[in-house]
């Protein structure tokens, strides 16, 4: 069985000022996991220490029942970053060839309803809103089982936050997704599990209604 399993999780920015104490994931195929946080609580520092382009002060990670220190370079983890990371000189169809190694998979991007108009427009001028979509598509659609979306719905219109929910969710039984986004509505709309990161550390709660302790104001799930 595929598992992404992390713990011991350690990070500080200067001496005796630490972010992260001890973080654990577990992460397996089939399951959407929310991660969900205040500003600066480390979830972006997290996910760049889980993808290894972040080194920690300690960590141990194990893919797959083998212990890795960059995971990106199994190519079974994919990330995406806050920022762009296409080249702004490709056009869409070249970073559609460029990114996803199988060809059926390049076909059914390009045939994407969203896409289709944009494949010859430069990655450039195409919105920030059509840019994130492309963006997930590829990771999606790449062979990684496991994915790490940081801010995938911030910025967005709601009719395009709505098409990356149904996008991701198309994924979920061959893949293991881990969102984190300022915009909990849209996380907590598609997650399987839900993680609190606080106080350096990740707490796994049993149901939404726990984050009204911990993050979000009294009553906010009421009927």
């Known amino acids: 069985m595929k598992e992404f399993y992390a713990d011991s999780i350690a990070f500080e920015y200067s001496y005796n000022q630490k972010l992260i104490t001890g ?7 089939g399951t959407i996991y929310g991660l969900l946080g205040r500003n600066g609580c480390g979830k972006s520092t997290l996910m760049k220490i889980l993808f290894g382009t972040l080194k920690p002060l300690e960590a141990f990670i194990r893919l797959n029942g083998k ?21 702004t000189w490709f056009t869409v169809e070249k970073a559609i060839d460029m990114m996803i190694e199988d060809r059926q998979s390049i076909k059914q991007v390009k045939e994407n309803a969203v896409i ?16 994130r979509y492309l963006e997930i598509l590829l990771l999606l659609n790449r062979k990684a089982t496991f994915l790490l979306l940081d ?3 911030t910025g967005l219109s709601p009719l395009l936050k709505e098409n990356i929910q149904q996008l991701i969710l198309s994924f979920r ?14 996380v907590l ?16 709660l049993a149901k939404r209604e726990d984050l ?11 009927p």
Request: net charge negative; charged share 25%; glycine share 4%.
């Open 189 to 204: 709309a598609i997650s399987d599990q839900i993680m609190l990161m606080e106080d350096g550390a990740c707490r796994k």
């Open 67 to 87: 212990r890795v220190k960059t995971a990106y370079l199994t190519k079974d983890v994919c990330y995406l970053p806050q920022d762009s990371f296409l080249p």
């Open 116 to 131: 289709q108009m944009l494949l010859d427009e430069r990655v450039s001028n195409i919105s920030g809103g059509e840019l």
């Open 173 to 186: 039984e061959t893949k293991s997704i881990l969102i984190s986004d300022h915009d909990y509505h849209n």
């Open 212 to 222: 009204e302790m911990f993050y979000v104001p009294e009553g906010t799930f009421e």
């Open 23 to 29: 973080a654990v994931i577990i992460m397996h195929p």
């Open 151 to 153: 801010e995938p719905f």
